[in-house]
């Protein structure tokens, strides 16, 4: 994508607030000469004008704009001198303040800004007596699209952190969560993630972990939350081979199944690494590495290595399926719907996009258009680049 408005090559900007104030002088305003230069310079460029402004005639140039100008021409000029940050912040005031709500403003802003310009437009918000902005959004919001716009202006360990916490609050455990999210994450986002889990609910995330499961289950996720697969690129296919032949004999070339290796093998060792074991899994023993787990466990177990496996295969195709799983059948899994939405929408969403497409014989847009309503419909296309 390019720009339209690009910084000037020849700035000048004592020769700008020379010309400004020239254009301000006798009957009328020379409208033509404002226009010329302020939209022909970057923001950056227009607050060196207004500083220079300043310092040449000791009066501030939005206001002198503001008495110059009338109506649309000087709402726009007077946008276009704003920090973005505080223009959209301002923006976002006006939509959640007086009579009603104007929740189209609140999607285009929100909808188009990744989250930590979330957070900035956030902070900045605050920085303008103008309260806390989630408070506001969540006095003037309700259902669904609350809970969007609200997991959009938390910033993403926090809400990683919540959402696992969430999974494991209450009467039984979502293990469904907590394998999308252990399952699919770096080493830095779960140590990320545990402090600030350790930081909202004063409890460490692998104490909960232990304490909400069991099995063979329990011991997958405290090695994941350990953070400490490998993470080397490089492969050595002697290592892989070993690895291959040890899931094997752990499974289908014995009677039971050796649990243990199975997760020293997938919770430990590099994604690269795990690549080439799956290539020579299926080379030794004729079965992919999906069989064989389908094959040796069940339940929870199963649904976690599957999901480690299938992440490290084919990340934007294992998310477009748990996109269809949260919305197809009776009813929608909103959380689910929202969560992916939202945390992958920075990542890899195009490509989760068209990994849904080829899947599934329709794009996620209409797949959501015919799920969802309203400004959460709009919200959740706006986030995946479809609004």
Same mark, same amino acid.
Do not use: W
């Given at each position: 994508m390019a720009?339209?408005?690009?910084?000037?090559?020849n700035?000048?900007?004592?020769?700008?607030a020379?010309?400004?104030?020239?254009?301000?002088?006798?009957?009328?305003?020379?409208?033509?000469?404002?226009?010329?230069?302020?939209?022909?310079r970057?923001?950056?460029?227009?607050r060196?004008?207004?500083? !220079?402004?300043?310092t040449?005639?000791g009066?501030?140039l939005?206001?002198?704009?503001? /008495?110059?100008?009338r109506?649309?021409?000087?709402?726009?000029i007077?946008?276009?001198?704003?920090?973005?940050?505080?223009?959209?912040?301002?923006e976002?005031h006006?939509?959640?303040?007086g009579?009603?709500?104007?929740?189209?403003?609140?999607?285009?802003?929100?909808?188009?800004?990744?989250?930590?310009e979330?957070?900035?437009?956030?902070?900045?918000?605050?920085?303008l007596?103008?309260?806390d902005l989630?408070?506001?959004?969540?006095?003037?919001? /309700?259902?669904n699209?609350?809970?969007l716009i609200?997991a959009m202006?938390?910033?993403?360990p926090?809400?990683?952190a919540?959402?696992?916490h969430d999974?494991?609050?209450?009467?039984?455990?979502?293990?469904?969560?907590?394998?999308?999210?252990?399952?699919t994450?770096?080493?830095q986002?779960? !140590?990320t993630? !545990?402090?600030?889990?350790?930081?909202?609910?004063?409890s460490s995330l692998?104490?909960d972990?232990?304490?909400?499961t069991?099995?063979t289950?329990?011991?997958?996720?405290?090695?994941?939350?350990?953070?400490?697969?490998?993470?080397?690129?490089?492969?050595?296919?002697?290592?892989?081979?070993?690895?291959a032949?040890?899931?094997?004999?752990?499974?289908?070339?014995?009677?039971?199944t050796?649990?243990?290796?199975?997760?020293?093998?997938l919770?430990?060792?590099?994604?690269?690494?795990l690549r080439?074991?799956?290539?020579?899994?299926?080379r030794l023993?004729?079965?992919?590495?999906e069989?064989a787990?389908?094959?040796?466990?069940?339940?929870n177990?199963?649904?976690g290595?599957l999901?480690i496996?299938?992440a490290?295969?084919?990340t934007?195709?294992?998310?477009?399926?748990?996109?269809?799983n949260a919305?197809?059948g009776a009813?929608?899994d909103d959380?689910?719907?929202?969560?992916?939405?939202?945390t992958?929408?920075?990542?890899d969403?195009e490509?989760?996009?068209?990994?849904y497409?080829?899947?599934?014989?329709e794009?996620?847009?209409?797949a959501?258009?015919d799920d969802?309503?309203?400004?959460?419909?709009?919200?959740?296309?706006a986030?995946i680049g479809?609004?």
């Amino acid at each position: 994508m390019a720009p339209t408005v690009i910084p000037c090559a020849n700035f000048n900007d004592e020769a700008d607030a020379e010309a400004l104030k020239q254009a301000f002088r006798g009957f009328g305003t020379d409208e033509a000469a404002v226009i010329e230069i302020i939209t022909k310079r970057s923001n950056a460029q227009r607050r060196q004008i207004a500083a !220079r402004f300043k310092t040449m005639y000791g009066k501030c140039l939005i206001k002198e704009l503001k /008495s110059e100008l009338r109506g649309n021409f000087e709402d726009v000029i007077v946008a276009l001198m704003t920090e973005p940050v505080e223009f959209l912040a301002k923006e976002l005031h006006k939509a959640i303040s007086g009579l009603g709500t104007e929740e189209s403003t609140i999607v285009e802003i929100l909808g188009i800004h990744n989250n930590d310009e979330i957070i900035r437009i956030s902070n900045c918000y605050e920085g303008l007596s103008f309260q806390d902005l989630i408070k506001d959004l969540k006095s003037e919001l /309700s259902g669904n699209f609350e809970n969007l716009i609200v997991a959009m202006m938390t910033p993403l360990p926090e809400y990683y952190a919540k959402e696992l916490h969430d999974a494991m609050s209450g009467i039984g455990t979502d293990e469904d969560v907590l394998i999308e999210l252990l399952c699919t994450m770096s080493n830095q986002e779960i !140590r990320t993630i !545990r402090q600030a889990y350790e930081a909202m609910y004063e409890s460490s995330l692998e104490d909960d972990l232990r304490a909400d499961t069991s099995g063979t289950f329990k011991r997958m996720m405290v090695s994941l939350c350990t953070a400490n697969r490998d993470e080397d690129p490089t492969v050595n296919l002697d290592q892989a081979r070993e690895d291959a032949a040890k899931l094997a004999e752990a499974g289908e070339l014995q009677m039971g199944t050796d649990e243990s290796t199975f997760n020293s093998v997938l919770c430990a060792r590099s994604y690269a690494h795990l690549r080439a074991v799956f290539e020579e899994y299926e080379r030794l023993t004729g079965n992919s590495i999906e069989d064989a787990v389908k094959s040796e466990f069940s339940g929870n177990s199963e649904s976690g290595f599957l999901a480690i496996i299938r992440a490290i295969q084919d990340t934007p195709k294992y998310f477009a399926k748990q996109l269809n799983n949260a919305i197809s059948g009776a009813g929608t899994d909103d959380n689910s719907l929202m969560r992916i939405v939202v945390t992958r929408s920075e990542i890899d969403m195009e490509d989760i996009k068209r990994a849904y497409a080829s899947k599934y014989g329709e794009s996620l847009k209409e797949a959501i258009k015919d799920d969802t309503s309203g400004h959460y419909e709009k919200c959740l296309l706006a986030l995946i680049g479809e609004y």
